[in-house]
Structures are given as structure tokens and as C-alpha cells.
T-cell receptor, first 112, second 113 residues
Framework: NAGVTQTPKFRVLKTGQSMTLLCAQD?????MYWYRQDPGMGLRLIHY???????AKGEVPDGYNVSRLKKQNFLLGLESAAPSQTSVYFC???????????FGPGTRLTVL | AQKVTQAQTEISVVEKEDVTLDCVYE???????LFWYKQPPSGELVFLIR??????QNEISGRYSWNFQKSTSSFNFTITASQVVDSAVYFC??????????FGTGTRLTVIP
């Protein structure tokens, strides 16, 4: 099992460009999450999904959109990147709401 | 409001020393879960333990142990006989709702050989 994978691992964008981060899990988990990690701030929840076709906002959703068209995939989109979105993005999944979350390796995004 | 405080930003110990990482949480909910995750230099977060609010029993797993005290709202993590491989950032987290997982700011542990 690959667990949780993220694509790409690194990306540099210019302000105003768009991109999509892909998260895939092969554990048949219902719940999937997108976090961002910034220095000195821990991880903050951007969006999450409780099942295929569902998405919901987390703590810091502005500037991001998500989609969960297939149970195993959770996409995070940036329509118009801003320097404030420079961060490390982690995807996670869990079997149930209060279970431990399994994290992907992260995507380091820099917006110039 | 939910909050997790990890007051120790960085800790350095010499190999084989014991070290305790502090975690203090705030919540008004009576049902909640507490977690510890490890983030080694490779960057990926690794789950260590989950504890629910109704189970105050301390837990030991090898060199790791956790002390959960509701009276002081603390969930501290102790590594006994630390090793270089324990060097990482450790995060404490609190979950109060189905999808409300709040992370502390982390404690960077460096174990010096």
C-alpha cells in the first residue's frame, strides 16, 4: 500500500497563476483533509471531505477550492495564487472522524 | 474556544537522557480526543497516540509514555533514554468535533549524540 500520496512535491508559482494539488489514498478512507503548515503556526485545516462528492470548509478556506469526485482522490485548487499562500501543504485521510489521520509527504509551494 | 499550547519551542538533550514534552489544551467540550504526532526531518507526520477524554489511564509504549491529566488539562509526552532518531518536531493536537482538529505549534526536539 502506498498510503497517502501527494503530487507534486515542490512547485513555484507566480502571483496570479493557478494550480491543482492532487492527493490520493489507497486505504479506502472516507475522510480526507487538506492542511497548510506555516512556520511557528502548526497545521491549519483548509478544507475537508467526509465522503465522495462532499466537501466542507475548515479553519482557513479563503483562496482555495477542493473537489472529491472519487473516494480515493482529494484535489486542492488555487485559482489565483498569492504570496500569502506560500506554505507546505499536507493531505491526510482517516477511516472515521476521530481516528488517527494518515498524512502524505507534503507539497512545498512557493508563490513569488 | 479550542486551543493547544506547546510552550517548549525547542528542546535539546544529550542521547540517553529522558525528556518530557508538554502539552496543555483548552476546550469546553466534555468529549474530545488528544493526539501526538511526530514530524521527522523527512517532513511526513507520523501518528503516535490517541487518547479520548474519558480515558485518563497513562500509556507506555516502549520508550514512550504519555501522562493525561484532565485536572490540569495536560497531555504530556515523555521519551525515556532518548536516541538520535527521536530528533523531530512533535505536535500535540486536540479534536473536539468530527473535523475540528487543532494542532499546537510543535516542539522541536534535538537529541545530541
Amino acid at each position: 500500500n502506498a498510503g497517502v500520496t501527494q503530487t507534486p512535491k515542490f512547485r513555484v508559482l507566480k502571483t496570479g497563476q493557478s494550480m491543482t494539488l492532487l492527493c490520493a489514498q489507497d486505504m479506502n478512507h472516507e475522510y480526507m483533509y487538506w492542511y497548510r503548515q506555516d512556520p511557528g503556526m502548526g497545521l491549519r485545516l483548509i478544507h475537508y471531505s467526509v465522503g465522495e462528492g462532499t466537501t466542507a470548509k475548515g479553519e482557513v478556506p479563503d483562496g482555495y477550492n477542493v473537489s472529491r469526485l472519487k473516494k480515493q482522490n482529494f484535489l486542492l485548487g488555487l485559482e489565483s495564487a498569492a504570496p500569502s499562500q506560500t506554505s507546505v501543504y499536507f493531505c491526510a485521510s482517516s477511516y472515521e472522524a476521530y481516528n488517527e489521520q494518515f498524512f502524505g509527504p507534503g507539497t512545498r509551494l512557493t508563490v513569488l | 474556544a479550542q486551543k493547544v499550547t506547546q510552550a517548549q519551542t525547542e528542546i535539546s538533550v544529550v542521547e540517553k537522557e529522558d525528556v518530557t514534552l508538554d502539552c496543555v489544551y483548552e476546550t469546553r467540550d466534555t468529549t474530545y480526543y488528544l493526539f501526538w504526532y511526530k514530524q521527522p526531518p523527512s517532513g511526513e507526520l507520523v501518528f503516535l497516540i490517541r487518547r479520548n477524554s474519558f480515558d485518563e489511564q497513562n500509556e507506555i509504549s516502549g520508550r514512550y509514555s504519555w501522562n493525561f491529566q484532565k485536572s490540569t488539562s495536560s497531555f504530556n509526552f515523555t521519551i525515556t533514554a532518548s536516541q538520535v532518531v527521536d530528533s523531530a518536531v512533535y505536535f500535540c493536537a486536540l479534536q473536539t468535533g468530527a473535523n475540528n482538529l487543532f494542532f499546537g505549534t510543535g516542539t522541536r526536539l534535538t537529541v545530541i549524540p
